[in-house]
């Protein structure tokens, strides 16, 4: 694919047209290898991903029921998180995340115009970030509280932030409950330089209780459609703007979810220039690319 992009690895050189960013998957499934990661950008006419570890190694691409259609303006993520977290809690896959973090590093390496890295964070390897971003120059953080308990108050994770905020590095969380998402609009309040990501749009309805002026550097990840329906979508849009709404797949969960998010965000009826900056450009400046 001729993505229009190269030589943008540290944002030296900036591209002037739209992008099409898939801004949180996993490097796994169908983005396990660079040939896997080359035919499905091709195919869904996306210019790049933003990978992160997933189940290290994995081929498979997971099979969701679709619980936003059900329930669409409803809460389907707490009952998902409650179950991931039972299940990688069984099979122990966050001690392999410093291993995948250095797998996305390589990938990224092979294809620096097509992949970006999104370094995970835990508990056991948060005091080699800085460390390690020295090397690998990754572009986003990410945090998982169904992967490993946590809570938004402890050390690790605000002394990581506060690190990230300095740096203008984006922080994107994956929130396990509703309690903790009151606790991260506190955060956010006390902390108005970081740039968070709130995962699966999880929780917009506590976000949009408050007033808009605490979230000018808060934006909502979409992925996916088997989560976030187009109706909660819209709600956020219309409380919040097209510039605080990021498109993703999470990838490899759900079958075709890069291209059913992608089709969901074009059934939604708002303005190109808006559609263009959720499917993209919000994310290419928070990546420094624009």
């Given amino acids: 694919m001729d993505t229009g992009i190269s030589d943008v690895r540290k944002g030296r050189n900036k591209v002037n047209r739209k ?43 997971y099979p969701l029921r679709n619980l936003a259609k059900k329930d669409p303006l409803g809460d389907v993520v707490s009952k998902n998180n409650r179950t991931t977290s039972r299940m990688i809690s069984l099979i122990g896959a966050v001690k392999e995340i410093p291993k995948g973090n250095e797998y996305v590093y390589q990938l990224k390496c092979t294809l620096p115009d097509q992949v970006k890295q999104c370094y995970w964070v835990t508990g056991a390897n948060w005091k080699s970030v800085q460390q390690d971003y020295e090397r690998m120059q990754f572009d986003t953080i990410k945090f998982h509280q169904c992967w490993e308990k946590f809570d938004l108050t402890d050390d690790f994770f605000q002394k990581t932030v506060e690190w990230a905020a300095d740096r203008e590095i984006p922080v994107f969380v994956h929130i396990r409950d509703l309690e903790q998402i009151s606790k991260m609009v506190q955060f956010i309040k006390g902390h108005p330089k970081a740039i968070m990501i709130i995962g699966h749009l999880y929780g917009a309805e506590l976000f949009m209780k408050e007033e808009k002026e605490y979230f000018r550097n808060t934006y909502f990840d979409l992925s996916n459609f088997y989560f976030v329906s187009r109706e909660r979508t819209k709600a956020v849009y219309e409380y919040f703007g097209a510039e605080h709404l990021l498109m993703g797949s999470d990838t490899p969960y759900g079958k075709q979810s890069l291209e059913n998010t992608i089709r969901q965000i074009h059934e939604l009826n708002i303005p190109e220039t808006d559609r263009e900056k959720i499917l993209g450009g919000n994310m290419a400046k928070l990546l420094k690319l624009i």
Avoid: F
């Fill in 19 to 61: 992008l099409i960013i898939d801004g949180h998957a996993h490097a796994c499934g169908e983005y396990l290898t660079t040939e896997k990661i080359k035919k499905k950008l091709t195919d869904a006419k996306v210019d790049m991903c933003l990978l992160t570890p997933g189940q290290y190694g994995s081929r498979i691409t």
